[in-house]
């Protein structure tokens, strides 16, 4: 069982940055690719990244590209989301994800655990 915790959520003005992190309890932390999503208000909950075992293969949603970056540190077990021009759009709950699979996947159906979500505002 991997458990997942996600930080650096807060409230944040239109063009500014947050970023969030996500710890893993799993030693095995490379053994999984990573992807961070989101649930807007009253909203699916929708893609935004993910990231290969080693760090070398991203992939962002159209809403994002060019503005966010994910990352990972398998010496820490833990994935970032560096979230730059922050728009009011991007208000959602973010949650962190962890995919035991062999074929990396931007659907949700195919992440097996994950994080209790943290909440990002950001206000025009």
């Known amino acids: 069982q991997v458990q997942l915790v996600e930080s650096g959520g807060g409230l944040v003005q239109a063009g500014g940055s947050l970023r969030l992190s996500c710890a893993a309890s799993?030693?095995?932390?490379?053994?999984?690719?990573m992807g961070w999503f989101r649930q807007p208000p009253g909203k699916e909950r929708e893609f935004v990244a993910r990231?290969?075992?080693?760090?070398?293969?991203?992939y962002y949603g159209d809403s994002v590209k060019g503005r966010f970056t994910i990352s990972r540190d398998n010496a820490k077990n833990t994935v970032y989301l560096q979230m730059n021009s922050l728009k009011p759009e991007d208000t959602a709950a973010y949650y962190c994800?962890?995919?035991?699979?062999?074929?990396?996947?931007?659907?949700?159906?195919?992440?097996?655990?994950w994080g209790q979500g943290t909440q990002v505002t950001v206000s025009s």
């Open positions: 799993e030693r095995s932390f490379s053994n999984y690719f």
């Open positions: 990231i290969s075992w080693s760090g070398r293969g991203t």
């Open positions: 994800a962890a995919a035991s699979g062999s074929m990396l996947s931007d659907n949700a159906r195919n992440y097996d655990y």
